[in-house]
């Protein structure tokens, strides 16, 4: 049976969600995320490619559930006008059960997805310099990309597979669960203790190094090793 979240604001590192009952080939598919949490410069690599520091703790931010566009093949309308947007391939948890503190991530998540975190940079650039929330840059329409989520099997199983981001059918990110500055269990942790976790909700882990442009018309693909897991197409509007 469905069951229905209320809020319409998610947590991205993330949310609370709608789970259908379909549920076929090991994924399944969640509507109207209730939290997105979202967790910035999670390599050191990308940090430095970004010119951020190295941080000291996990840096979050949120987007509206409105952001959240599914990848299953369709065109994505992302806001053409503003300046360019970069792409941030990340991998995605959905936590299972309420966070109490000295819960490990290997007990409250539920399932795993690929996600595309899309950026006005340039509008991010210029709020960053007035100290300003990143909003405007980080939470408009569709700038949530999700694949349908996946069985967790244990953090072990993470690890063994790379994800990847191609777009026209070139890889432009890989990623490793092994390769973040802070695991899931940190991750989970500071965002529990210090926003609150329940079932449902989301989080988008960060990205490897390698983002860049997307341009009209871009055919975008995320896959987990060799598995494609979501396609999409971008049409970027003018206003």
């Known amino acids: 049976m469905s069951h229905f979240i209320t809020p319409r604001i998610f947590r991205i590192l993330c949310p609370n969600i709608i789970l259908t009952e379909g549920y076929e080939y090991g994924s399944f598919h969640f509507l109207?995320?209730?939290?997105?949490?979202?967790y910035t410069d999670s390599t050191q690599l990308h940090a430095e490619e970004l010119g951020n520091a190295v941080p000291e703790?996990?840096?979050?931010?949120?987007?509206?559930?409105?952001?959240?566009?599914w990848m299953d093949g369709d065109t994505h309308m992302l806001p053409g006008g503003k300046g360019e947007i970069h792409y941030e391939a990340e991998l995605v948890i959905r936590i299972g059960s309420g966070y109490e503190p000295g819960k490990k991530a290997e007990d409250l998540i539920e399932s795993v997805a690929l996600g595309i975190d899309y950026t006005l940079r340039e509008v991010q650039n210029k709020l960053k310099e007035k100290g300003h929330p990143w909003l405007e840059a980080k939470g408009f329409l569709g700038s949530a990309g999700l694949t349908d989520f996946h069985v967790f099997e244990g953090i072990h199983k993470l690890t063994d597979e790379t994800f990847s981001l191609q777009i026209n059918e070139k890889t432009v990110q890989k990623g490793n669960v092994a390769d973040m500055i802070f695991g899931l269990d940190a991750i989970v942790s500071y965002i529990g203790?210090?926003?609150?976790?329940n079932e449902g909700d989301i989080i988008y882990t960060g990205t490897p190094a390698g983002v860049g442009t997307v341009r009209h018309g871009d055919e975008l693909a995320l896959l987990w090793g060799e598995q494609l897991w979501g396609t999409c197409t971008l049409h970027l509007r003018k206003s």
Do not use: D
Request: net charge positive.
């Open 32 to 38: 109207e995320p209730s939290f997105l949490h979202n």
């Open 193 to 197: 203790t210090h926003f609150g976790l």
């Open 57 to 69: 703790k996990p840096m979050i931010f949120t987007k509206p559930s409105y952001a959240v566009a």
